[in-house]
C-alpha cells in the first residue's frame, strides 16, 4: 500500500485527520491512530469543486517569475494534459457533467457465447482434433462467458485510456496483461505478429473456393450478402458441418476455426460477420501454432477498448469474456459472478472457465461510483499465483514496446501497472508513440532489454499495493481518479487520498469492502454507537 505523505497545495494548507472518521463524496475514510499504535496517520489532498488540485501558491520571499502558471485542464479530469492527450474526446469528460453516451448508458457488446456452445460439438473428428489442437486455439472452445454483464464491462471500459493501454482506477492504472491472457485463455503469447494482404471481395471469393471448398457462385453470393471482404459465422458452421459429414477434413477444420477466432478474439462489432483476411491465417493448418494469439487477442480488444473509451462510440467488439473474467479475477467485490469450480481444485482448464454468467442488479450508472471509492485494498494484485503449475509465468510479459496484428498497433506498457507482476510501482516513462515505430518485429523477438529497464527501475514489492512516494501526488495531476463528482447539486471538494496499509489478505480485504460498504449505505457515523461494533471490525480487519 502507499504509506507515504502527500502535502496540500491549497495554500499551504495541511490537513491531518486522526481519531475521526472523513466521509466525504460517498468516500468513508477511517483513520484511528490512537486505536491502533501501528496505524498511520493519513493526509488528504482536495481537488476543487472544478475537479482539479489546486497550484501551490507564490511561497514567501519568492521570485513573482517563479509563480507557477495556473494550468490548463479538464474539470474532474487532468489539469496536467501531456499524458491523456486524448481526453478531450474521452466519454469520461461527458460523464462529469451528467452528459450520456445516448438513451442507454451502457455500451452494445458483442457475446456469441450461446451461439458458440451450441455449435462446438463435444467432440470432433480425430482427424480435425489433430490440427485444432496444433493451432493453439483450442482452448476458445470452452472460454466464452454465455452471456456479458453489459453494465459491469461498459463502467470499465469508461476508464480505459488508448494512449496509456491501461484503466485509470482510484488508486492508479491497471490493464489487461498478456500474463493474464496467458492464464485466462491459454493461448500462446510467444510466436510472430502477422502482417496480412489486403483482401478485395474478389479475393476473398477466390480464399472462399480454394481454402473453404465452396463454388465460385456459392461464393460471390455470399460475399455479396455481406457487403464487403467477409464471411458470416453462421455460413461457416454450415460449411463446417457439411464438410465434417463429407470426411473433408482440411475445409471443415479452416471452416471451423475461422468460425471459432471470428466469435471469439477477433469478434467485431457487427456481431455476425469475421473478416475474410482472417482465413490467410489458416491456409496452412500445420503452420498456423507459429503465431502469437495472446497478442493476437489482446491487440484486437485494444482497439477495441480505446474506440469504445470515446464518448461517439456505443459498440465495444473484441473478446469481451475475456474482459468480464479480468474483472471478475481482480475485483472480487464488484460485479455479479457464478463460479464453476474452485482454483484450488482446477485441473488445469483455463481460468476464465472458473467464471460463469450471473445477471447483476446494477447499471453503470450504478457502477460509477462504486468504482469511484475502490482502494488497492479491494483488489486481488496477483490472481493467478495457484495457476503457475499450468501456466508459468513468462518474462516476455514484461516486454515494453508495440503490439501489432494486421495493421493495428497499440502500446504495451507493463511499466504502468506492476503490481500486477508483484513489482513496486513507480513513475512510469511517457507512452510509446506507436505510430512512429518501425522495427516492431525486431523489438518483440529481442524483447529481454525492454525486461531489464522495466524491472530494473523497482523492486519486489514488500506489500502488494506498494507504489514510490509521488507516484500518487503524479497520478492525481495527469489523470481523473472519479468520474463522478459527489454531488451534482451541491458540487464540494473531492478528496485525494494518501492510502493506509490495509489488509494483504483477500478474504480479509473482501471483509473490509463489505462493512465499508454497508456502513457508507446506511450513513453511519464512527461517533453513532449503534454502529461501534461494525467500526470496530473494520479497524480489525484493514489491520490483517
Partial sequence: ????????????????????????????????????????????????????????????????????????????????????????????????????????????????????????????????????????????????????????????????????????????????????????????????????????????????????????????????????????????????????????????????????????????????????????????????????????????????????????CKQLGGYPTLLQCWIHEYFPTVGKRGENWNPAGNCGLPRAMRWSYRQGVLKVDDLRPILDELTPTDVIWRPFEDHRAWRVFDEICLYRGCLKWGETVVPYLPDRCLRQFGYRQYVPSPPLDCMMATDIDVDWISYHQSVVDVIGSSSVATTPSEVVDGYLEWYYRVSHPRLVPPHRDAPREVPVPVYDAGPSDPDWARVSTLIRRYLRQVNAEEEDPQFSDLFEALHISRSH
Avoid at 494550468?71 to 492527450?85: E, N, Q, R
Fill in 1 to 312: 500500500m502507499y504509506t507515504g505523505t502527500l502535502k496540500s497545495k491549497s495554500s499551504g494548507l495541511k490537513s491531518v485527520y486522526r481519531n475521526t472518521s472523513l466521509k466525504c463524496s460517498g468516500l468513508l475514510f477511517l483513520w484511528t491512530l490512537n486505536r491502533k499504535s501501528s496505524r498511520k496517520s493519513s493526509v488528504v489532498r482536495r481537488r476543487g469543486a472544478d475537479g482539479r488540485i489546486p497550484v501551490r501558491t507564490l511561497d514567501r520571499g519568492a521570485s513573482s517569475s517563479a509563480a507557477a502558471v495556473e494550468p490548463t485542464g479538464y474539470p474532474g479530469g487532468p489539469y496536467d494534459t501531456s499524458l491523456l492527450v486524448k481526453y478531450e474526446h474521452h466519454v469520461a469528460r461527458h460523464i462529469w457533467f451528467g452528459e450520456e453516451r445516448g438513451p442507454k448508458k451502457e455500451l452494445k457488446v458483442a457475446g456469441h457465447g450461446l451461439k458458440l456452445n451450441s455449435r462446438v460439438p463435444l467432440a470432433l473428428p480425430p482427424q480435425m482434433e489433430s490440427w485444432v489442437s496444433r493451432s493453439g486455439l483450442a482452448s476458445l472452445q470452452r472460454t466464452s462467458l454465455n452471456k456479458i454483464d453489459t453494465n459491469l464491462v461498459s463502467a470499465f471500459v469508461e476508464r480505459w485510456h488508448l494512449e496509456t493501454s491501461s484503466f485509470h482506477m482510484p488508486f492508479g492504472e491497471m490493464s489487461i496483461t498478456l500474463d493474464d491472457v496467458a492464464c485466462l485463455l491459454h493461448l500462446p503469447i510467444r510466436g510472430i505478429f502477422w502482417s496480412p494482404q489486403d483482401v478485395t471481395e474478389e479475393l476473398a471469393v477466390e480464399l472462399a473456393v480454394d481454402y473453404l471448398g465452396v463454388s465460385q457462385s456459392q461464393a460471390q453470393s455470399h460475399v455479396r450478402s455481406c457487403r464487403g471482404s467477409y464471411y458470416k459465422l453462421e455460413w461457416l458452421y454450415d460449411i463446417f458441418v457439411h464438410h465434417r459429414a463429407a470426411s473433408s477434413w482440411a475445409y471443415a477444420t479452416r471452416a471451423y476455426l475461422l468460425m471459432l477466432v471470428g466469435s471469439t478474439i477477433f469478434a467485431d462489432k457487427t456481431f455476425t460477420l469475421v473478416e475474410a483476411r482472417y482465413l490467410l491465417l489458416f491456409r496452412d493448418l500445420d503452420g498456423c501454432s507459429g503465431y502469437s494469439w495472446g497478442a493476437a487477442a489482446l491487440v484486437t480488444l485494444y482497439r477495441y477498448l480505446g474506440d469504445a473509451s470515446m464518448y461517439s
